[in-house]
């Protein structure tokens, strides 16, 4: 996918979209650094993620397997 998006998917969607984890899995993968995943956007106390760093990231898993 190489078109840039300006949207922020809600936790739901992008535990989703890398795969079903669970909410301990994302925050594990938050804290270690040179795993690269995208930190979230907060509004209103609710986390968003930037859906073009979200697919950069998982791209760059599908690279490296």
């Known amino acids: 996918m190489t078109a840039t998006s300006d949207r922020l998917l809600p936790a739901h969607?992008?535990?989703?979209?890398?795969?079903?984890?669970?909410?301990?899995?994302?925050?594990?993968?938050?804290?270690?650094?040179?795993?690269?995943?995208?930190?979230?956007?907060?509004?209103?106390?609710?986390?968003?993620?930037?859906e073009a760093e979200l697919t950069a990231f998982i791209e760059s898993r599908r690279l490296r397997t």
């Not at 930190?39 to 209103?44: A, E, Y």
């Open 13 to 50: 969607e992008m535990k989703t979209r890398v795969g079903g984890v669970s909410d301990m899995t994302i925050w594990r993968w938050m804290r270690k650094p040179g795993l690269g995943f995208p930190r979230p956007v907060n509004i209103n106390g609710r986390n968003y993620w930037p």
